[in-house]
C-alpha cells in the first residue's frame, strides 16, 4: 500500500465511549457504535460510510459513530488509547501492527467468528498470516496493496523489449536501457525504503527473521539472503542502472520521478499507477505492470501490506462489533471500497475477479498479490525493527560503498537480534 500502509497509522486517542454509546446496556435505539477509519487511504470516504452507517442502522438498529484518524499520527495515538483503556470498539488496523497489539492484550480473537462466518477459506493467506498471533486470528483482512514492476510501455515497445520474467532479464534489460535511454534511470535501487529489497531477499530464498522455540533470530545475513541483497544492490553498484541521488530516495521520490517521466521500469505499489497518472496524464497508455520475476522465473514474494478490522476488547457489546466487521467484510461494500480507494479486496476470490479482469495496470499486481503476496516477520518487535530503518540502513551502506554486502547484512542482523531481544 503507499507508504503511508507500510508506514502505518491507526486511530486516534479519544475519550472512552459511555455504556449507552458502546452499546452495552440501553434499547436497541440508543445503542451506538464507535469506529475509528484511517484517513487518507480513499481520497473522500464519508460517502462511502454515511452508506455503511445507514446499512449497520438498517441491519442492527444501532448507530454508527466514525471517526478519522490521519494514517502519520495512528499508530501514536493507537498506542496511548491502549494504555488509557479508551480504544474504539471496531477499528482498521495497519497490517504490521496487529499483532503487536494483540500480544498487549488489546484485541479480541475473531477465530471461531471467522470460522462461523465462513470467512476462512477466503481471505488472502499474506494478509492473514499477519493477522495472526500464537497461532489466533485477531484482524479480518480488509484491503491491501502489493509491490510488483511498473514500467515504460512506449520505451520498451520503441526498442523491442518485453516485461522480465527472470532475475537475468531484469538485469540484462536495465543494462540495455542504459544505453538506449541515456536520459532515464533504468532501475531505481532505493535506499530510504526496504519494500522492494525484501522482494529480492525472499526471491533468492532467504528471510528476514525466523522464529524458533519461541525466539525470533534475524536472518538477513544468511547466505541465500545476502544473494538477494547483492543482486540488488549490484544492480546500482557494479551495473550502474539506478542512480546515486536514489541511495537516499523514498517510495514518494520514486513516484516523483515516475511521474516526471525519468523512470524506464521500477518496483513500486499497485497504487502508484493512479498517482502518476492523475498527476500526469500525458502517461495515459504508456505505463505497463508485471509481477517481479523470480530468480529462474515465476514470481518472486513481495510485501503485502493494507488493513486489518479488529475488535478491541474495550468493546462492550461483542456482538455488534462484529456484526460492523462482518458487514465491512461483505463482498459488495469490500468491492466497493477496493474500487474506491484503489487498493484490493482482503478476499482471495474478490483478487482474482481483478486478476482475471485483465487491465493492464492493475491484473498483473493482483497476479502478484495472489502468488507471491506474503508479510514481514509477525514478531511484534518488527516494528522497532522497521522505526529503526535496519535494513535500509544496511541498503544505504552498502550503496555508498561504507560496506560491503556480508559486513553489512552482518551488522544488520545484529541490530535485528538486539531489538528481538537476543
Known sequence: MRTRLIAVGAALGLLACGAAACGGSGSADDRALTVWIMEGTNPDSRPFFK???????????????????????????????????????????????????????????????????????????????????????????????????????????????????????????????????????????????????????????GQLAVEKDGRWKSAVDSRKSVEGIRFYTDLATRHGVSTKAAATWNEADLVDHLTAGRVAMAVSGSWTPSAVLAAAPELKGKLAAAPIPGPDGGVSPSFLGGSHLAVFNTARDQDLAWELVELLSDAEFTAKWAEQSGYFPGQRPLVE????????????????????????????????????????????????????????AADAARDMDRTFGD
Open 51 to 205: 452508506e455503511v452507517r445507514e446499512a449497520f442502522t438498517e441491519r442492527t438498529g444501532a448507530d454508527l459513530k466514525v471517526q478519522y484518524v490521519p494514517w502519520p499520527d495512528a499508530h501514536d495515538k493507537f498506542t496511548k488509547a491502549m494504555a488509557g483503556g479508551t480504544t474504539p470498539d471496531v477499528a482498521e488496523v495497519g497490517s504490521t501492527w496487529t499483532t503487536e497489539f494483540a500480544s498487549a492484550g488489546a484485541l479480541t480473537d475473531l477465530t471461531e467468528r471467522t470460522g462461523r462466518a465462513g470467512l476462512d477459506e477466503d481471505l488472502v493467506s499474506g494478509l492473514r498470516e499477519a493477522a495472526t498471533y500464537e497461532d489466533r486470528l485477531y484482524g479480518v483482512p480488509w484491503y491491501a496493496g502489493v509491490r510488483a514492476l511498473l514500467y515504460r510501455k512506449d520505451v520498451f515497445d520503441k526498442h523491442g523489449l518485453a516485461a522480465p520474467t527472470t532475475w537475468k532479464e531484469l538485469q540484462d534489460t536495465a543494462v540495455r536501457l542504459k544505453t538506449l535511454e541515456p536520459k532515464m534511470i533504468p532501475f531505481p535501487v532505493v535506499g530510504d525504503s526496504e519494500y522492494a529489497l525484501d522482494a529480492f531477499i525472499w526471491g533468492a530464498g
Open 353 to 408: 475477479k481483478v486478476r482475471d479482469g485483465g487491465e493492464p495496470l492493475v491484473a498483473p499486481f493482483a497476479r502478484q498479490m495472489l502468488e507471491g503476496g506474503t508479510t514481514v516477520p509477525t514478531t511484534p518487535a518488527y516494528g522497532q525493527v522497521q522505526g529503526r530503518k535496519t535494513l535500509a540502513q544496511m541498503v544505504q551502506a552498502i550503496l555508498t560503498g561504507k560496506k560491503d554486502v556480508e559486513r553489512a
